[in-house]
């Protein structure tokens, strides 16, 4: 929406802004992990630990690598992290100081709106349907079928994006996606996984190899990637 700048400055600038409230989001989060902790152990809660915990959390994550790289990248990442957090928070510090049911309807438009972002959110969806499931004496039946409905309302809109996108032929247009099945294929990533010796991985394989192999390789760069100076707090 900005008038200047290309379209990569743009997208990089609401990418830096993305992760600039994921980490205010972090930051709420840490805040209210410790005072919901102190208030069960029914201790007083010192007001100022509380915010240097919070900052010194926020700030851990500032300045890892992979954050501050993808933090400057003209990709969906930290969309991806942001909504996450935000969801997170919602259904945990928000609701805290609300009424849980009122916060439902807007958790899931976000989460139907999330599933295309990236693949990867979808990954935590069981921790909400496990919260949901502790809550289920607030929920309904006709609150259940109002969240499903609008959560489905989420994930028409966002898909709804590929054909109008596609009709305007943009530089990218893959397939053309203007019908059912095109769309299907590109939302399912059915072009995108791959795993062979040429090009290599890529997406979802199945294959109990890459699984572990990318694993390994996870616990390697945890190391390597993220702040050094957490170590002594592990």
Do not use: C
């Not at 590929?162 to 203007?178: E, G, K, M, Q, V």
């Amino acid at each position: 929406l900005l008038p200047v700048g290309s379209i990569i400055s743009r997208v990089q600038i609401f990418s830096i802004l993305l992760a600039s409230l994921s980490l205010y989001l972090l930051y709420q989060l840490i805040a209210w992990v410790i005072e919901n902790w102190q208030t069960s152990k029914k201790n007083e809660t010192n007001e100022t630990k509380v915010v240097l915990a919070s900052i010194f959390g926020s700030l851990s994550l500032a300045f890892s690598y992979e954050f501050w790289a993808q933090a400057q990248n003209t990709d969906r990442f930290m969309l991806a992290s942001f909504t996450q957090l935000l969801i997170i928070y919602l259904t945990t510090a928000y609701a805290s100081r609300r009424k849980f049911d009122n916060v439902l309807p807007l958790v899931a438009f976000i989460m139907g709106l999330a599933i295309g972002i990236d693949p990867i959110v979808v990954s935590f969806f069981p921790s909400i349907l496990l919260l949901l499931w502790q809550k289920r004496k607030q929920i309904s039946a006709k609150k259940l079928a109002i969240l499903s409905a609008v959560g489905l309302a989420g994930i028409l809109l966002v898909f709804s994006y590929i054909p109008i996108a596609s009709l305007h032929n943009p530089f990218l247009n893959a397939n053309r996606p203007t019908t059912f099945s095109r769309i299907w294929s590109i939302a399912s990533g059915q072009q995108q996984n791959i795993n062979n010796t040429i090009v290599g991985v890529n997406g979802f394989t199945g294959s109990a190899e890459v699984i572990f192999t990318s694993a390994d390789h996870y616990f390697n760069m945890l190391w390597l990637s993220f702040t050094l100076l957490l170590i002594p707090f592990i």
